[in-house]
């Protein structure tokens, strides 16, 4: 069986300029992934329970569309668990 995995603009355009995507341990969190540019840090999440880690990089994706189209920024690390995303 195989899946398509749907593209991911903003972490594509972020990692192919100057900026990056961060996955793995952050403090407590055993999981957690991040998203900065040159200037600032866009997204910060933190893996949900039993959440896979295709779709942590779908919401990391949609955080960082909020970030660049909204200048909403998300952070779970250091406020918790966030639903607008």
Same mark, same amino acid.
């Given at each position: 069986?195989?899946?398509? #995995?749907p593209s991911l603009?903003?972490?594509? #355009?972020l990692i192919n300029g100057?900026? $990056?995507?961060t996955i793995g341990r952050v403090g407590p969190f055993s999981c957690a992934a991040t998203a900065c540019n040159e200037h600032q840090t866009l997204a910060m /999440?933190? +893996?949900r329970d039993d959440e896979t880690l295709p779709?942590? /990089?779908? +919401? /990391?994706e949609t955080a960082i569309n909020k970030a660049i189209e909204e200048e909403i920024f998300i $952070?779970?690390?250091n406020n918790?668990? $966030?639903? +607008?995303i």
């Open positions: 069986m195989s899946k398509h #995995f603009p903003n972490i594509e #355009f100057d900026g $990056d995507i /999440l933190v +893996r779709q942590l /990089l779908m +919401r /990391l $952070d779970e690390i918790g668990p $966030d639903n +607008r």
